[in-house]
Each structure stands twice: as C-alpha cells, then as structure tokens.
C-alpha cells in the first residue's frame, strides 16, 4: 500500500513539471482568427480603415521554427487571395512572424502603382489571444509604410 501512494504521489507531482517544461513556441500552435480592415486609406498621413475581412491563421512548430499559413476571408468584389505562408521563431517571449514579399496595388495621387511588400508580425500570447503589432514595409527601400496593433483570438474547436 505504502509503494501506491508513494507511487501516486511521484506522477502526481511530475505532471506539473512535465507542463511547464512544454516549449515556449507549442503555446503558440493552432487555429488563431483575426479581423481585419479590408482595406485602408492613406491621405497625408491619416489613415481611414474601410470594411473589414476575417483572417484565418493556422501556427505550427517545427524544431525551433514556427510556421503559419494566413488565409483572408473573401471581400465582396475582390478576387480570392492565395494562401500566404509566413515563417518565423518565438524569441523573448514573443512570436515573430515574416511574410516574405508580395506585390501590393495601391493608389497614388490617382495612378495605380504595384509596389513590393512585406508585413511582419510581432506577437504575444495573452490568455487565448496574440497581440502585438504588424508592420508592412516597401522593399524597394525598407521604408515603413504601416505599424498598428493586431490581434488573433484563438478558434474553439
């Protein structure tokens, strides 16, 4: 009997530790949604966000790299975008994030222009929820071109 309890006890106190020693980035694993603009305009620096689309993010971890696939929901008169695949690592707490470049068509002083871009992420876990911020860049010359705070829900099965 004593060999029971004594046994009883050991996995009842390693479980806890056997939790809390998961990594850090299989925190961030799973099926996140976000809402987002659907798009946003730019006059003289004011920016005036219009609609809004559902974003789907779907994290994995390999190793010590993280994976996801960010999916837009559809926008009434747009064309269906492909399935983007963004790569990242958990560093200090926070997951970040790099889309790579895309190209973007944007409207400038009336003539469309197609730029290349790059959004990245830079994300915390709270509770059930990222937050943080992402940031699209230029390409062409690194420039800045949108900073602002995002968040992900994560999607009950």
Do not use: C
Not at 1 to 21: C, F, K, Q
Not at 53 to 67: A, C, K, L, N, P
Not at 85 to 100: A, R
Not at 131 to 148: F, M, P, Y
Request: proline residues 5%.
């Amino acid at each position: 009997m004593r060999n029971v309890m004594r046994s009883a006890a050991m996995v009842a106190t390693s479980i806890p530790l056997l939790l809390a020693a998961r990594p850090a980035s299989a925190q961030y694993a799973g099926v996140w949604e976000a809402t987002s603009p659907a798009a946003i305009r730019n006059e003289n620096g004011v920016e005036t966000p219009t609609g809004s689309v559902t974003i789907t993010i779907t994290i994995e971890q390999r190793g010590d790299s993280v994976f996801a696939t960010w999916q837009r929901g559809a926008i009434e008169g747009r064309p269906d975008m492909p399935a983007r695949q963004l790569k990242g690592i958990v560093k200090d707490g926070q997951i970040l994030l790099d889309g790579g470049p895309q190209e973007a068509k944007m409207m400038r002083n009336g003539e469309e222009e197609v730029i290349r871009l790059t959004s990245s992420y830079a994300l915390k876990l709270q509770s059930d929820e990222l937050a943080g911020t992402a940031t699209v860049t230029n390409e062409a010359d690194g420039s800045v071109l949108s900073e602002r705070p995002f968040s992900a829900k994560r999607k009950k099965a």
